[in-house]
Structure formats: structure tokens, C-alpha cells
């Protein structure tokens, strides 16, 4: 076990109603901290009470933005076990995120340490209710202060909790979809593989659009010639053609979903082809209008599924499978949660224990 200091917040919050969650907005009473400065590495892991926090004003990741993040989640069982999803794979994509951004490398092992104690500490924290669960948000900010551009010398990483509302919580339904034909999210040989901020910085204005027009989110095609499948942004994308699943492939310019790993190795268990490789938008509106295209959904930690009921690209709309949940968008989401909740075996080794209640 790493060496980590703790200390306690001296009062203790509350859980709210678990109907009133949100997502994102209540936070717990701990958090860990870690420091970087240059020549030391990373030092001073510790446990401390949630709070604001003093940094410069000239605090290099408020100029430059060279930050990253993850998004897991930890549930509570019906035999009130608190687990955590993929942690180590989340952590793992941390490092590469960290690699792109050239912030220096983490220790994997104290990272997970940190996060058992962290949740072990706060783990009143963990709502109960189906849907429920425990966002856990690591973040590193680069925080010499500079205004210069460069590579920073000094970080802060910390680990946040939020206790998280169902995602459906009027229930799992389809979602309409733009595909953005004017702005793109990230070039191959940029930071489209990174969590880092700088990807959501770039999606808003083409969202805000997006939902002014009555559409949930955009899926975005490929910068150079606007042709090929990327993802939603917050979520990979697969489309079930022909009774096999497709789901773009990795090209450095998408991000490597924990969730779209899950969906393929889950599919391929279950004896279905499914297959990671380079889709144009043309193709799928052809497989639609030829009969073949049975699903489209989304994957990923917040929602895990998320069914496409239409999309709409150059103001031509086709609606999916009805516009109802497809038969593996719902067998995948109703596996994949159960195995989060502790319902179905952990028979991939993806579900580990960090506390109990
Ligand atoms: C986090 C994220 C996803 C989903 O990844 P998961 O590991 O499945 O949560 C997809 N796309 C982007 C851009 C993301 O930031």
C-alpha cells in the first residue's frame, strides 16, 4: 500500500434524496491530492477535506490548457458492496491522456490506492437507488506560474467524487442525433485521443447549435474530409448493420471508450460479430435506406448505452429501429449494468471491490 496522509473533515455532509442527485453538482467530503514539481516527481499523496483551493492567477493551465481527466463510476450492490468499474483501465487511459499532453507519467499503483481510500473514507457517499452511483472525476492542472508558453514544471492531480442521479431518469430512451457537416471535434495528430478539456472547448458551439435545433448531441465525422464515423463527444458510436455490430476504429484522433472495449469484448462473448473499423456516414445511410441498418447507440461511462432513435445529416433525418431501444442496445445496457450492480457474475474480472457497507 502506497503511504498516503489522511485528513478528516471535522463535519460530515450529507447524501441528498437520491431522486434530487443530478449529475454532478454534490460533491463528498474528501479528495485526494498529489503534487509534481520538476526534478522530485510526484510527491505528497494525501487525503484532504473537499474544498476550494488557492492558485495563481498566471497558473499555466488557465493560459495554455494543459490538463487532463477521467470519468468512472463506483456503484453500491444490492448486498451493499461499494465496486468500481475498470479502475485500473481507467487509470491506465489516464497515463496515455497524460502522454499526449506531455504531463509525466503517474504511478498506476498509487493512483488505485489512493482512489480505494478515498472511497473507502467517503463511501456513505454511494447512492443505492437503481441508476445511482458515484462519479469518480482524476483531473491533473498544470499550475507553475507562467505566462509563457512551454511545457509545465509543476501539477496538481486530484480525484473528486459526485454521488450521480439515474442517467435516465425519465426512463431509457432513444435520442436524436446531428451529424455535424460545418465544425469537427479533432484532427488525427491532434488531442482527439486525450480527456483534456481542450476537446470539450472545442465541441460547444457546434452542441449549443445542435440542441437549439432539437437534437441531444452531434456525432462528429472525421476533420479532413468530413466523411468517416468518429464518435458523439461524450460517447463512442456503433451501429448494428446486418446483425453485426461496427464501431470506427481507433485512428488517434477518438477516444479509446472503456465502455465501446466493453461493448465489443461483451458482443464477441455472446457469439456476435462486431468489428472496429473505418465507417463512412454515406454507408450508413445506405445500410438505412437498403433495409440494413438495425441500431445505432452510443457507449459510454455516464449513460453506458445510449440508444439513437434519428439521425439527421445535410437536413436529411432517417429514424432507427423505430425510434425504440434496439434489442442488443437494451441486452448490452441491461448486461452491462447488471454486472456494475453486482446482478450479473463479474465473468470478465471488470467489477472490483473497494469497501463495504
Ligand atoms: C470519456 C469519453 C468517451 C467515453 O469513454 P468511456 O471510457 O466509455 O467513458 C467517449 N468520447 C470522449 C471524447 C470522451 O471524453
Do not use: C
Not at 504511478?107 to 473507502?120: A, M, N, S, W
Not at 514544471?153 to 431509457?172: C, D, H, N, R
Not at 461483451?266 to 463512412?280: C, F, L, N
Not at 429501429?321 to 457474475?345: P, V
Amino acid at each position: 500500500m502506497t503511504d498516503i496522509a489522511v485528513t478528516l473533515a471535522e463535519k460530515r455532509g450529507t447524501l441528498p434524496a437520491e431522486d434530487k442527485l443530478g449529475f454532478g453538482k454534490i460533491f463528498t467530503d474528501h479528495m485526494f491530492v498529489m503534487d509534481y514539481v520538476s526534478g522530485k516527481g510526484w510527491h505528497n499523496a494525501r487525503i484532504v477535506p473537499y474544498g476550494d483551493f488557492d492558485i495563481s492567477p498566471a497558473a499555466m493551465v488557465l493560459h495554455y490548457g494543459q490538463a487532463i481527466f477521467e470519468g468512472m463510476k463506483a456503484f453500491r450492490t444490492e448486498d451493499n458492496r461499494v465496486v468500481v468499474y475498470r479502475p485500473v483501465d481507467h487509470l491506465k487511459r489516464f497515463n496515455n491522456s497524460a502522454d499526449i499532453l506531455s504531463i509525466p507519467q503517474m504511478d498506476v499503483d498509487v493512483l488505485h490506492d489512493g482512489l480505494k481510500k478515498l472511497i473507502e473514507i467517503d463511501k456513505e457517499w454511494v447512492p443505492k437507488s437503481l441508476g445511482t452511483s458515484l462519479y469518480i472525476r482524476p483531473f491533473v492542472i498544470s499550475i507553475d506560474p507562467f505566462v509563457g508558453v512551454r511545457v509545465a514544471e509543476q501539477y496538481t492531480m486530484f480525484i473528486i467524487l459526485s454521488p450521480v442521479g439515474a442517467y435516465y431518469a425519465s426512463g431509457f430512451k432513444p435520442v436524436k442525433i446531428k451529424v455535424e457537416e460545418h465544425f469537427v471535434r479533432a484532427v488525427k495528430g491532434g488531442l482527439g485521443e486525450a480527456k483534456t478539456p481542450a476537446n470539450y472547448a472545442a465541441s460547444l458551439k457546434a452542441g449549443e447549435i445542435a440542441k437549439e435545433e432539437g437534437y441531444t448531441q452531434v456525432l462528429w465525422l472525421d476533420a479532413l474530409e468530413q466523411k468517416y464515423i468518429e464518435e458523439v463527444g461524450t460517447m463512442n458510436i456503433f451501429f448494428k448493420i446486418d446483425d453485426e455490430i461496427i464501431t470506427p476504429e481507433l485512428n488517434g484522433s477518438i477516444l479509446n471508450g472503456i465502455t465501446r472495449r466493453s461493448v465489443l469484448e461483451v458482443a464477441r462473448s455472446w457469439g456476435m460479430k462486431a468489428t472496429e473499423r473505418r465507417i463512412s456516414i454515406d454507408e450508413v445511410y445506405e445500410a438505412h435506406a437498403a433495409g440494413r441498418l438495425q441500431e445505432v447507440f452510443g457507449s459510454g461511462t455516464a449513460a453506458v448505452i445510449s440508444p439513437v432513435g434519428e439521425l439527421a445529416w445535410k437536413g436529411k433525418k432517417i429514424i432507427i429501429s423505430d425510434n425504440k431501444i434496439g434489442e442488443t442496445s437494451q441486452k448490452l445496457f441491461d448486461y452491462i449494468t447488471g454486472m456494475q450492480q453486482g446482478r450479473e457474475a463479474d465473468k470478465f474480472g471488470w467489477v472490483e471491490e473497494v469497501a463495504k457497507l
